[in-house]
């Protein structure tokens, strides 16, 4: 089975741009969750989508967003980038049966703000 | 609320030598426990995680981790250590008391070992 997979692996971006970020999770895993992950902060926990909802979301301001499509493809959104955006963006996918399921993530997307 | 400490940054060790890394935690119930190693420009991966039943749950590579509820620890573990054993490693937990809780991931053990 293919694992989660992101697009692009790497991006550079300016100032005041937005940027799009893709995740494809394992097929037949209904939720996906995104992470931005810093060496000052660490893992930090973006959102959760399930079914196309949202059902879950982090402490982050609304220049984050995503979506969830019905084939459980997900997306995540950032606008008006600021430096302090610069991170690897980790998305991870599960079957999500009950709360013992475990996540398994992506190799992330490594986004740089210039 | 739910949190994961994990009071080593670094972890050194020889290699063959057995090696653990430390992970606590707090919620409010039974905890749902989880490991995960990450190599150098590499998404997370799932080590091991301890549910319910026996508390010592064996996972992935050799690893180990042994839950203990009155310690609220959950430290990993593995016999002899490898070269490519090297990584950083994190701790999560979920809380099963919080619906639509998600995992909370402790701050990450840089784990060396050294050849």
């Known amino acids: 089975k293919a694992g989660v997979t992101q697009t692009p692996r790497y991006l550079i971006k300016t100032r005041g741009q937005q940027v799009t970020l893709s995740c494809s999770p394992i097929?037949?895993?209904?939720?996906v969750s995104w992470y931005q992950q810093t060496p000052g902060q660490g893992l930090q926990f973006l959102f959760e989508?399930?079914?196309?909802?949202?059902?879950n979301k982090g402490n982050f301001p609304g220049r984050f967003s995503g979506r969830q499509f019905s084939n459980s493809r997900s997306e995540m959104n950032v606008s008006t980038l600021e430096l302090g955006d610069s991170a690897l963006y980790l998305c991870?996918?599960?079957?999500?049966?009950?709360?013992?399921?475990?996540?398994?993530f992506g190799p992330g997307t490594r986004l740089t703000v210039l | 609320a739910q949190s994961v400490a994990q009071p080593e940054d670094q972890v050194k060790v020889a290699e063959g030598n057995p090696l653990t890394v430390k992970c606590t935690y707090s919620?409010?119930?039974?905890?749902?426990l989880f490991w995960y190693v990450q190599y150098p420009n590499r998404g997370l991966q799932f080590l091991l995680k301890?549910?319910?039943?026996?508390?010592l749950v064996k996972g992935s590579y050799g690893f180990e981790a042994e839950f203990n509820k009155s310690q609220t620890s959950f430290h990993l573990k593995k016999p002899s250590a490898l070269v490519s054993d090297s990584a950083l490693y994190f701790c999560?937990?979920?809380?099963?008391?919080?619906?639509?809780?998600?995992?909370?991931f402790g701050p990450g053990t840089r784990l060396s070992v050294l050849p």
């Open positions: 097929s037949g895993h209904r939720s």
């Open positions: 999560a937990v979920r809380d099963p008391n919080h619906y639509g809780q998600n995992f909370v």
């Open positions: 919620v409010s119930g039974n905890p749902y």
């Open positions: 991870a996918s599960s079957l999500e049966r009950g709360y013992t399921d475990t996540q398994y």
């Open positions: 989508y399930f079914s196309e909802t949202q059902r």
């Open positions: 301890y549910i319910t039943g026996d508390n």
